[in-house]
C-alpha cells in the first residue's frame, strides 16, 4: 500500500507542467489521483494536457498508384514527394524554416541518389536550405520507422518540430540484388532466408500455418471492397493531395498534363470466383498468387510532427498523438508472422491490452500473412483496415508507413469519441516485424483517460 501511495507521489510530480508553459499553469490545481481506464498506470502514465507529448497535426500522401502502367509511371521521384511535403506545410501554416529535420522512409533506390532526391524534392516544396533531409531504410516499415525517428528525436528534446515521409517510386526502381552475394550464406540457414523472395515467405508462412487459398482470396475481395466502398463516399479526400503529372505516350512520346487524385489499384468488382482462376505466383502448387497479394506501385506520404506546447501556442488543430514504437525480429522464413508479434509488444509498451485498440491498419503484403496475424491475434475484422489495405491500394514499400498513419488517424477523427486508440503494423522482410500506436487527438485535450472513483483515490488499479 505505501509503494503505491509512493508511486502514485512521483507519478504526479512527473505530471505537473513545467514552469516554461504558461498556459498550462492554472491546470495544476485540478490534478488529482483517478483510477486509470488504460489498465495499470505504471505502464500508461501519460502528461495528455502537457506540452510534453508528441503529435501529429498533418498527415497528407498522394494516390497510390500501380507501377509501370499507373497514374504515376512517368513522373520523377522528386516530384512524387514535393506535393506531400508541401502539403502538411499547407494545411497547417507552419514556417517550413521552422521544420527541425525532414525524414524520408525509402527502400529500392540507390541511397545517395534517393536522397539527393528528397533533399530536391524539399526545395521543389518551398523549404529552404537551412531544413536538413534524410533517408532511413528499415525495408517495408520505413515510412513508419521515418514517423518513429522525428518522434524519438522531438521526446529526447534534439528539437520541437519535424516531418517523417515516405517516397517509393517501383516504377522507377525495382526490387533485386546487386552484385554477387557472398557465398558464406549457405552456411547459415536464417542468412540463407533472409534472400527468400517474398512471396516464398507467404507460401511458408500459408503451409506451417495452414492458411487456406479461399481465406486468402476472401481478404483480397474484403479489401477490395472496403477500399472501394472508402473512396466512393470521399472518405481518402482528406488525406490525399493531388499531384499535377504528365502521362507519356509509349508509342508517340505524346505528353498528356492530368492531376492524380485517386488510387487506381481497387476493383469494387472482385470476387472470390474470378480470384480463385488465377494460377499461384511463386509456387507450382502454392496458394499466393497476383490477386492475394499486394500491389506494386508509386507513391509518397509526410506527417507533421510537434511537440504538443508548440501546437497549442501555434493554435494547431492536434490529429493525433504518438505514443509508442516497437520493432521486433522473426524467423525471416515466415518474415509475415511480424504484425503477430509486434503489435501486442507495442500495444504493451504503450500500458494498454489488444481489447483498448478501437482501430488497426496491418499492411496486407499477403493475405497469408495477414489473415494469420488477424487469426493469431484473435482481432476482431470490423477493426481491421476499414477502408481497405494493400491488397487494394498497393503497397509503396517506403510509403506504406506513413500512409498508414495518415489513414488511421484520419478515420479516428471521423470517429470521433468512439475511437480513442488505434495500431499501424506490418512485416518486414529478412524477418521483423514492426507496430505503433497512437491516439485519437482530441482524446487527450483533457485529463479524460482517467476516471474519478469514489474512494481510496490511488492512481494505480493494483493499489487495491
Not at 260 to 265: E, L, R, T, V, Y
Not at 275 to 294: H, V
Request: hydrophobic share 40%; with cysteine.
Amino acid at each position: 500500500m505505501e509503494k503505491a501511495i509512493e508511486r502514485q507521489r512521483v507519478l504526479l510530480d512527473h505530471l505537473r507542467p513545467s514552469s516554461s508553459a504558461s498556459s498550462l499553469e492554472n491546470l495544476h490545481s485540478s490534478l488529482s489521483a483517478s483510477a486509470c481506464l488504460a489498465g495499470d498506470s505504471s505502464a500508461y502514465h501519460r502528461t495528455s494536457v502537457y506540452g510534453d507529448d508528441v503529435v501529429i497535426v498533418a498527415a497528407q500522401r498522394t494516390a497510390i498508384c500501380k507501377a509501370k502502367r499507373g497514374g504515376f509511371k512517368d513522373t520523377y521521384a522528386d516530384d512524387l514527394l514535393a506535393p506531400a511535403l508541401k502539403a502538411v506545410i499547407d494545411k497547417t501554416g507552419v514556417n517550413p524554416s521552422e521544420i527541425a529535420d525532414i525524414v524520408v522512409g525509402t527502400v529500392l533506390a540507390p541511397g545517395s541518389q534517393r536522397a539527393a532526391e528528397c533533399k530536391m524534392a524539399a526545395f521543389y516544396a518551398g523549404f529552404p536550405e537551412t531544413v536538413p533531409v534524410r533517408t532511413v531504410n528499415r525495408q517495408c516499415s520505413s515510412g513508419l520507422q521515418a514517423v518513429a525517428d522525428v518522434a524519438a528525436a522531438i521526446k529526447a528534446g534534439f528539437y520541437d518540430i519535424g516531418i517523417g515521409a515516405g517516397l517509393e517510386s517501383m516504377t522507377a526502381n525495382s526490387m533485386g540484388w546487386d552484385g554477387t552475394v557472398n557465398p558464406r550464406v549457405k552456411s547459415m540457414e536464417h542468412a540463407q532466408n533472409c534472400l527468400l523472395p517474398m512471396g516464398i515467405t507467404s507460401e511458408n508462412v500459408a503451409s506451417r500455418y495452414g492458411i487456406t487459398r479461399l481465406e486468402q482470396d476472401q481478404a483480397a475481395v474484403d479489401s477490395h471492397k472496403k477500399a472501394a466502398a472508402a473512396a466512393a463516399s470521399g472518405k481518402f479526400k482528406d488525406e490525399i493531395v493531388p499531384v499535377h503529372t504528365k502521362i507519356v505516350d509509349p508509342k508517340t512520346g505524346d505528353e498528356t498534363p492530368v492531376t492524380i487524385s485517386a488510387d487506381d489499384g481497387i476493383r469494387a468488382n472482385t470476387n472470390v470466383a474470378d480470384l480463385g482462376k488465377l494460377r499461384p505466383s511463386f509456387k507450382k502448387d502454392g496458394t499466393t498468387t497476383a490477386g492475394n497479394s499486394s500491389q506494386v506501385s508509386d507513391a509518397a506520404a509526410a506527417v507533421l510532427l510537434m511537440k504538443r506546447s508548440v501546437a497549442m501556442q501555434k493554435g494547431l488543430p492536434i490529429l493525433g498523438v504518438f505514443r509508442t514504437f516497437v520493432a521486433v525480429g522473426v524467423d525471416p522464413a515466415v518474415m509475415g508472422v511480424g504484425p503477430a508479434v509486434a503489435i501486442p509488444a507495442a500495444v504493451k509498451s504503450a500500458g494498454l491490452e489488444l481489447d483498448n485498440i478501437d482501430l488497426f491498419e496491418i499492411n496486407e503484403a499477403f493475405g497469408s500473412q495477414y489473415v494469420y496475424c488477424q487469426k493469431k491475434l484473435e482481432l476482431d475484422p470490423a477493426k481491421i483496415n476499414v477502408n481497405g489495405g494493400a491488397m487494394a491500394l498497393g503497397h509503396p514499400l517506403g510509403v506504406t508507413g506513413a500512409r498508414c498513419v495518415a489513414t488511421l488517424l484520419h478515420e479516428m477523427k471521423r470517429r470521433g469519441r468512439d475511437c480513442r486508440f488505434g495500431v499501424v503494423s506490418m512485416c518486414i522482410g529478412t524477418g521483423m516485424g514492426a507496430a505503433a500506436v497512437f491516439e485519437r487527438g482530441d482524446a487527450c485535450d483533457e485529463v479524460c483517460n482517467a476516471r474519478k472513483v469514489d474512494s481510496k483515490n490511488f492512481l494505480s488499479k493494483d493499489a487495491k
